[in-house]
T-cell receptor, first 113, second 109 residues
Protein backbone atom coordinates (compact mmCIF):
# COMPACT_ATOMS: atom_id res chain seq x y z
CA UNK A 1 0.00 0.00 0.00
CA UNK A 2 1.61 3.24 -1.20
CA UNK A 3 -0.51 5.43 1.05
CA UNK A 4 -2.22 7.09 -1.91
CA UNK A 5 -5.80 5.85 -2.19
CA UNK A 6 -7.83 5.99 -5.36
CA UNK A 7 -11.46 5.04 -5.77
CA UNK A 8 -13.09 3.41 -7.55
CA UNK A 9 -10.66 0.82 -8.94
CA UNK A 10 -12.72 0.17 -12.03
CA UNK A 11 -15.44 2.16 -13.71
CA UNK A 12 -17.51 1.33 -16.76
CA UNK A 13 -19.78 3.97 -18.14
CA UNK A 14 -21.52 4.96 -21.35
CA UNK A 15 -20.51 7.71 -23.73
CA UNK A 16 -21.83 11.13 -22.84
CA UNK A 17 -21.86 10.42 -19.15
CA UNK A 18 -19.95 12.07 -16.32
CA UNK A 19 -17.81 10.38 -13.69
CA UNK A 20 -15.85 11.46 -10.64
CA UNK A 21 -12.58 9.88 -9.64
CA UNK A 22 -11.37 10.34 -6.11
CA UNK A 23 -7.88 10.46 -4.63
CA UNK A 24 -6.67 10.67 -1.05
CA UNK A 25 -3.00 11.64 -0.86
CA UNK A 26 -0.43 10.14 1.45
CA UNK A 27 -0.65 11.56 4.93
CA UNK A 28 1.14 14.89 5.10
CA UNK A 29 1.47 15.34 1.35
CA UNK A 30 0.13 18.65 0.08
CA UNK A 31 0.48 18.12 -3.66
CA UNK A 32 -1.78 15.94 -5.76
CA UNK A 33 -1.18 15.16 -9.41
CA UNK A 34 -3.47 13.52 -11.92
CA UNK A 35 -2.25 11.46 -14.85
CA UNK A 36 -3.92 9.65 -17.71
CA UNK A 37 -2.33 6.52 -19.09
CA UNK A 38 -3.59 4.98 -22.28
CA UNK A 39 -1.94 2.34 -24.44
CA UNK A 40 -0.94 4.67 -27.23
CA UNK A 41 -0.17 7.80 -25.24
CA UNK A 42 1.84 6.69 -22.24
CA UNK A 43 1.56 8.66 -19.02
CA UNK A 44 0.12 12.11 -19.65
CA UNK A 45 0.21 14.75 -16.96
CA UNK A 46 -3.20 16.34 -16.49
CA UNK A 47 -3.12 18.70 -13.55
CA UNK A 48 -1.51 19.42 -10.18
CA UNK A 49 -2.98 20.87 -7.02
CA UNK A 50 -1.02 22.12 -4.06
CA UNK A 51 -2.77 22.73 -0.78
CA UNK A 52 -6.08 23.35 -2.46
CA UNK A 53 -4.89 25.51 -5.32
CA UNK A 54 -4.21 24.62 -8.92
CA UNK A 55 -0.47 24.76 -9.48
CA UNK A 56 0.21 23.32 -12.90
CA UNK A 57 -1.83 22.26 -15.87
CA UNK A 58 -0.87 19.74 -18.49
CA UNK A 59 -2.82 18.15 -21.32
CA UNK A 60 -6.18 18.33 -19.62
CA UNK A 61 -9.26 18.58 -21.80
CA UNK A 62 -11.87 21.23 -21.15
CA UNK A 63 -14.35 18.43 -20.45
CA UNK A 64 -12.21 17.45 -17.49
CA UNK A 65 -11.89 19.36 -14.25
CA UNK A 66 -10.36 18.75 -10.88
CA UNK A 67 -10.28 20.21 -7.42
CA UNK A 68 -8.55 19.67 -4.12
CA UNK A 69 -10.56 20.00 -0.96
CA UNK A 70 -9.51 21.39 2.45
CA UNK A 71 -8.83 17.87 3.71
CA UNK A 72 -6.44 17.57 0.72
CA UNK A 73 -8.31 14.84 -1.08
CA UNK A 74 -8.82 15.52 -4.76
CA UNK A 75 -11.47 14.71 -7.31
CA UNK A 76 -11.13 14.50 -11.06
CA UNK A 77 -14.37 15.06 -12.92
CA UNK A 78 -14.70 13.75 -16.46
CA UNK A 79 -17.77 14.81 -18.41
CA UNK A 80 -19.28 14.18 -21.84
CA UNK A 81 -17.24 11.00 -21.91
CA UNK A 82 -15.99 9.64 -25.20
CA UNK A 83 -14.65 6.22 -26.11
CA UNK A 84 -11.16 7.69 -26.29
CA UNK A 85 -11.30 8.66 -22.63
CA UNK A 86 -10.97 5.01 -21.69
CA UNK A 87 -7.69 4.80 -19.81
CA UNK A 88 -6.03 4.27 -16.49
CA UNK A 89 -6.15 7.41 -14.38
CA UNK A 90 -3.46 7.74 -11.76
CA UNK A 91 -3.22 10.08 -8.86
CA UNK A 92 0.12 10.80 -7.19
CA UNK A 93 1.05 12.85 -4.18
CA UNK A 94 4.19 14.47 -2.88
CA UNK A 95 5.35 16.58 0.01
CA UNK A 96 6.65 20.12 0.01
CA UNK A 97 9.79 19.34 -1.99
CA UNK A 98 8.26 17.70 -5.05
CA UNK A 99 11.52 17.09 -6.76
CA UNK A 100 12.33 14.01 -4.76
CA UNK A 101 9.76 12.09 -6.68
CA UNK A 102 6.31 11.13 -5.68
CA UNK A 103 4.05 8.25 -4.86
CA UNK A 104 1.40 6.90 -7.16
CA UNK A 105 -1.93 5.42 -6.23
CA UNK A 106 -3.01 2.16 -7.84
CA UNK A 107 -5.15 3.93 -10.40
CA UNK A 108 -8.74 3.92 -11.59
CA UNK A 109 -9.44 2.05 -14.79
CA UNK A 110 -12.14 3.83 -16.75
CA UNK A 111 -13.87 2.07 -19.61
CA UNK A 112 -16.27 4.08 -21.73
CA UNK A 113 -18.64 1.96 -23.79
CA UNK B 1 7.11 16.58 -30.24
CA UNK B 2 8.06 14.29 -27.37
CA UNK B 3 10.15 15.90 -24.70
CA UNK B 4 11.29 12.59 -23.23
CA UNK B 5 12.33 9.75 -25.49
CA UNK B 6 13.15 6.31 -24.16
CA UNK B 7 14.93 3.51 -25.94
CA UNK B 8 14.67 0.73 -26.66
CA UNK B 9 10.89 0.42 -26.70
CA UNK B 10 11.10 -3.21 -25.75
CA UNK B 11 13.77 -5.57 -24.54
CA UNK B 12 13.81 -9.31 -23.90
CA UNK B 13 16.76 -10.80 -22.05
CA UNK B 14 17.70 -13.95 -20.18
CA UNK B 15 18.06 -14.03 -16.42
CA UNK B 16 21.53 -12.93 -15.41
CA UNK B 17 22.00 -10.53 -18.31
CA UNK B 18 22.78 -6.86 -17.79
CA UNK B 19 20.58 -4.28 -19.45
CA UNK B 20 20.92 -0.58 -20.11
CA UNK B 21 17.88 1.58 -20.65
CA UNK B 22 18.18 5.02 -22.17
CA UNK B 23 16.27 8.22 -21.66
CA UNK B 24 16.90 11.46 -23.50
CA UNK B 25 15.29 14.72 -22.52
CA UNK B 26 15.10 18.42 -23.32
CA UNK B 27 17.04 21.07 -21.50
CA UNK B 28 14.32 23.70 -21.11
CA UNK B 29 13.80 24.54 -17.41
CA UNK B 30 15.20 21.19 -16.40
CA UNK B 31 14.92 20.46 -12.69
CA UNK B 32 15.35 16.73 -12.32
CA UNK B 33 14.92 13.38 -14.01
CA UNK B 34 13.01 10.53 -12.41
CA UNK B 35 12.99 6.79 -13.06
CA UNK B 36 10.00 4.59 -12.24
CA UNK B 37 9.23 0.89 -12.51
CA UNK B 38 5.70 -0.04 -13.50
CA UNK B 39 4.49 -3.58 -13.15
CA UNK B 40 0.78 -4.32 -13.20
CA UNK B 41 -0.30 -1.40 -11.13
CA UNK B 42 1.10 1.98 -10.19
CA UNK B 43 4.59 3.14 -11.09
CA UNK B 44 7.01 2.86 -8.19
CA UNK B 45 9.76 5.37 -7.68
CA UNK B 46 13.33 4.25 -8.35
CA UNK B 47 15.64 7.24 -8.64
CA UNK B 48 15.72 11.00 -8.85
CA UNK B 49 18.68 12.56 -10.62
CA UNK B 50 19.58 16.22 -10.54
CA UNK B 51 23.37 16.35 -10.82
CA UNK B 52 25.41 15.22 -13.75
CA UNK B 53 27.87 12.37 -13.35
CA UNK B 54 26.73 11.21 -9.93
CA UNK B 55 25.59 7.60 -9.96
CA UNK B 56 22.62 6.60 -7.87
CA UNK B 57 22.55 2.96 -6.86
CA UNK B 58 20.02 0.64 -5.29
CA UNK B 59 20.95 -3.02 -5.25
CA UNK B 60 21.33 -4.23 -8.81
CA UNK B 61 19.92 -1.00 -10.23
CA UNK B 62 21.92 2.12 -10.91
CA UNK B 63 21.35 5.29 -12.83
CA UNK B 64 23.35 8.27 -13.97
CA UNK B 65 22.58 11.60 -15.61
CA UNK B 66 24.55 13.38 -18.30
CA UNK B 67 23.42 17.00 -18.38
CA UNK B 68 25.76 17.89 -21.20
CA UNK B 69 24.40 15.27 -23.58
CA UNK B 70 20.89 15.43 -22.09
CA UNK B 71 20.37 11.78 -21.32
CA UNK B 72 20.15 9.32 -18.48
CA UNK B 73 20.73 5.59 -18.33
CA UNK B 74 19.30 2.99 -16.03
CA UNK B 75 21.39 -0.13 -15.60
CA UNK B 76 20.15 -3.41 -14.22
CA UNK B 77 22.75 -6.08 -13.57
CA UNK B 78 22.15 -9.80 -13.05
CA UNK B 79 18.55 -9.43 -14.16
CA UNK B 80 15.84 -11.53 -12.57
CA UNK B 81 12.34 -12.41 -13.77
CA UNK B 82 11.01 -10.00 -11.16
CA UNK B 83 12.67 -7.15 -13.05
CA UNK B 84 10.16 -7.64 -15.87
CA UNK B 85 8.22 -4.39 -16.06
CA UNK B 86 7.89 -1.14 -17.93
CA UNK B 87 10.55 1.35 -16.93
CA UNK B 88 9.52 4.98 -17.20
CA UNK B 89 11.62 8.07 -17.05
CA UNK B 90 10.21 11.52 -16.46
CA UNK B 91 11.65 14.98 -16.79
CA UNK B 92 10.64 17.54 -14.19
CA UNK B 93 10.43 20.90 -15.92
CA UNK B 94 9.22 23.90 -14.02
CA UNK B 95 6.07 22.65 -12.36
CA UNK B 96 5.34 19.95 -14.90
CA UNK B 97 6.33 16.35 -15.31
CA UNK B 98 6.84 14.78 -18.72
CA UNK B 99 6.99 10.99 -18.97
CA UNK B 100 8.47 8.96 -21.76
CA UNK B 101 6.44 6.08 -23.19
CA UNK B 102 8.62 3.62 -21.35
CA UNK B 103 10.83 0.63 -22.08
CA UNK B 104 9.21 -2.75 -21.68
CA UNK B 105 11.67 -5.22 -20.18
CA UNK B 106 10.97 -8.94 -20.19
CA UNK B 107 13.37 -11.24 -18.38
CA UNK B 108 13.00 -14.88 -19.28
CA UNK B 109 14.32 -17.74 -17.14
Amino acid sequence: DSGVTQTPKHLITATGQRVTLRCSPRSGDLSVYWYQQSLDQGLQFLIQYYNGEERAKGNILERFSAQQFPDLHSELNLSSLELGDSALYFCASSGLWEDYGYTFGSGTRLTVV
Amino acid sequence: EDKVVQSPLSLVVHEGDTVTLNCSYEVTNFRSLLWYKQEKKAPTFLFMLTSSGIEKKSGRLSSILDKKELFSILNITATQTGDSAIYLCAQVTGNQFYFGTGTSLTVIP
